[in-house]
């Protein structure tokens, strides 16, 4: 009986791998998380799973809302209005929805103002290219993060995404950045000083779709 519990638990921690629906992943939790520590942990690091993926494919959301927002108000675009229209879409504390909305301001050059009352407003420069191609960048990194189990280098990133599209290294390696600040992927420094991220294996489970999508 022991090695029963065990095997299960072991298969739980990859469902998707033996071909089970979500329903018999979330089933298998309910089923097996008491059964003994082995299948208590499968079961943890299977909602673990679901939740990072869950956060992911709520980070894409958003950031497709972003682009439709700042076109229907002509690149502007305030910090209380977005908080307002977000936090209806995706429950993420107003903290969390304002320290996004930055990191997407730095990364597409707005400007940011402020009123008297301190309210802050951001400036986005209206460019439909320009989204187009941060969209391209989102696709190549999500190929990127499959392809290489997680773990992409700085250097391999530049060269690929310059054949891509005509940014500034500057802004390619800023972009990768904040991308990577979103996807909480952590930076490494290998012996040769190469900088690589460490992405979730699960991050990116779904290719952004292109504006035309």
């Known amino acids: 009986m022991p090695s029963l519990v065990l095997g299960i638990g072991i298969a739980s921690t990859n469902p998707a791998a033996w071909g089970y629906s979500r329903e018999q992943q979330e089933a298998s939790i309910i ?42 108000s002509q690149g502007s675009l305030g910090v209380i209005e977005w908080v307002t229209c977000a936090s209806a879409r995706v429950p993420w504390p107003t903290e969390e929805l304002k320290s996004f909305l930055k990191t997407e301001a730095l ?18 420069p209206f460019d439909p ?6 969209q391209q960048l989102r696709r190549l990194l999500h190929d990127l993060i499959q392809q290489n189990q997680g773990r992409v280098s700085l250097v391999d990133w530049v060269t690929q995404a310059s054949a891509l599209v005509t940014w500034p290294t500057a802004d390619l390696r800023a972009f990768l950045e904040a991308e990577a600040s979103l996807l909480e992927a952590s930076p490494e420094v290998v012996d040769n000083n190469a900088l690589y991220y460490c992405f979730q294996p699960t991050a990116l489970p779904t290719a952004p779709p292109s504006a035309s999508a």
């Open 31 to 72: 089923l097996f998380g008491g059964g003994g520590l082995v299948a208590t942990s499968a079961g943890s690091l299977l909602e673990l799973n679901f939740r990072k993926q869950r956060q992911l494919r709520q980070r894409q959301r958003l950031q497709r809302f972003l682009h439709g927002l700042i076109r229907e």
């Open 107 to 124: 990364l597409l050059n707005a400007e940011v103002s402020s009123d008297e009352l301190g309210n802050i407003r951001y400036r986005f």
């Open 129 to 134: 290219q320009r989204q187009e191609q941060q």
